[in-house]
């Protein structure tokens, strides 16, 4: 019984998903087995297994709450209460160790995203619009999975590309066998793999459409791969790159912000999937039959639910008062202390809860911007930062910025932008710099301040139970 590696807890997580998931997506019932009995033989059959790979990607341990919210609550723009349910005390203290569930949980339900994935890649369907789509999508979905993987568990590639990355497996559990022990890759590895998957998912993906499902913003589309392909260029380092993936985005993909303030607050207290390309790329779905409860992401914002995650007032003191983004934190009382609730997810009074948005336009604008403005082209870093700054504050000046000074405030604007979306801790990992997480005093359950670059808890620990049962897996130092 010792014997057992990552895919001994991934072929339980599916036991266990398959057990919890009605139908309902994308209404569709999704397949999670990955026996050979189950082969992909039709596009009826590929539809099923895609929809089982975005299933496998909802769980409130991976996309569903834990990766998007880590991603702030590690940072400096969200704290736990003094007043909470309990949950994520260890994350929000820092405090987490080797036998680390969250961590596990990230883990094993990415790899099952990822073995979904891998199930669809490697079908031999005959090729047609609907067959080069689902495979693109599987591709995308694959490489995001990893992206957040080399993030969570492996040093930034700017600080050490050659550092232990995470496993990289292409093949489906019906051609390996379930009990693979695979080493790490490096860093530059796993990312190799993120932006071939990239690049695939972007030629397959065909631009004349397709008819197996929706064309929404619930599934990946092409522009969805490229935005991507972007990130994880700036990521890298790769400026040039970057810029040139995005630039496809923004001449090509239709996508657009939304022109008021109205149409702003309109479409945050949305709960349906996009149509029309308005500000999100690509976002999961979270319907009547598929929400999380109070375990979603949502949930522990919401100040109408669990609501055990604050907003630090550095971060709220950022956006100026004519800033239309300062109306998604809302002024409440908790405990009897004045703190600052998230309201970017509004729905959570809802059946139909908010989908969790993982790429929206406005982040595509803003890499334009870092990767021109790092390039030494000041005037379009300049041009990119204010179509996202002056759109969501028409009181902004445009911006007169260059060198650093733009850069730096483009990773600002960032921070705005996108918070409690998940991105902030990688951006301050990128930067490889000690950053302070604000002490909320005698709101927040405790304090952490001071997260320096040698903490070995900037890395999620590798499971356990992984290290017991694969004698190829390095450990992360310190756990």
């Keep these: 019984m010792k014997k057992r590696n990552a895919y001994i807890a991934i072929l339980a997580a599916m036991t266990m998903t398959a057990a919890s998931c009605g139908k309902g997506f994308l209404d569709e019932e999704p397949s999670l087995s990955v026996s050979v009995g189950s082969a992909i033989l039709t596009e009826g059959n590929m539809l099923e297994a895609m929809n089982g790979a975005y299933r496998a990607m909802t769980p409130t341990l991976l996309f569903g709450r834990n ?17 909470n349910s309990n949950r994520l005390v260890p994350m929000n203290n820092y405090t987490f ?11 094993a339900n990415a790899y099952l995203a990822i073995q979904q994935a891998n199930r669809v890649i490697s079908t031999n369907l005959t090729a047609s619009n609907n067959v080069n789509q ?3 999508e599987a591709h995308a979905l694959r490489a995001i999975c990893y992206f957040y993987l080399v993030n969570y568990f492996a040093k930034p590639y700017a600080e050490n590309p050659d550092a232990d990355g995470v496993p990289v497996v292409t093949l489906p559990a019906s051609e390996t066998g379930a009990l693979i022990k695979p080493a790490r890759n490096k860093v530059r590895e796993v990312y190799a793999q993120i932006i071939s998957d990239l690049e695939k998912a972007y030629e397959l993906m065909p631009a004349t459409g397709m008819t197996i499902h929706p064309n929404n913003s619930n599934f990946f589309s092409k522009y969805a791969a490229k935005a991507l392909q972007a990130r994880a260029y700036l990521y890298m380092g790769e400026w040039a790159k970057a810029r040139d993936a995005a630039a496809i985005v923004e001449k090509d993909g239709g996508f657009s912000l939304t022109g008021t303030e109205a149409a702003f607050n309109t479409y945050w207290g949305g709960n349906v999937a996009r149509t029309d390309k308005l500000e999100t790329i690509f976002e999961l779905n979270y319907n009547a039959t598929a929400n999380l409860g109070v375990e979603g992401l949502d949930a522990i914002y919401s100040r109408s639910a669990v609501g055990d995650m604050l907003v630090t007032d550095e971060l709220y003191n950022l956006y100026a008062a004519t800033d239309r983004r300062r109306g998604l934190i809302v002024p409440g009382q ?3 202390l004045d703190v600052l609730y998230v309201n970017k997810y509004q729905n959570v009074a809802n059946a139909d809860r908010d989908d969790v948005k993982l790429l929206r ?10 990767s021109h403005a790092r390039l030494g082209n000041d005037t379009e870093g300049q041009k990119y930062l204010d179509m996202v700054a002056q759109n969501r504050d028409a009181a902004l000046a445009g911006s007169t910025l260059t060198g650093q000074a733009l850069v730096d405030a483009v990773i600002v604007e960032r921070r705005k932008e996108l918070a409690f979306e998940g991105l902030r801790l990688f951006d301050l990992y990128r930067q490889n710099a000690t950053f302070n997480r604000p002490n909320m005093g005698v709101k927040a359950h405790s304090s952490y301040v001071e997260v320096k670059t040698t903490d070995f808890r900037r890395l999620q620990p590798i499971p356990e139970a992984e290290l017991a049962a694969n004698p190829n897996m390095r450990k992360n130092l310190g756990y």
Aim: glycine letters at 14%; hydrophobic letters at 50%.
């Design 67 to 83: 990766v998007p919210l880590f991603g702030d609550l590690l940072a400096d723009n969200v704290y736990l209460s003094i007043s």
């Design 97 to 107: 160790v080797g036998s680390s569930a969250e961590a596990a949980g990230i883990w």
């Design 134 to 136: 689902m495979t693109g």
């Design 334 to 336: 908790r405990g009897g």
């Design 361 to 370: 336009y406005a982040e595509v604008l803003l890499i334009l911007a870092e």
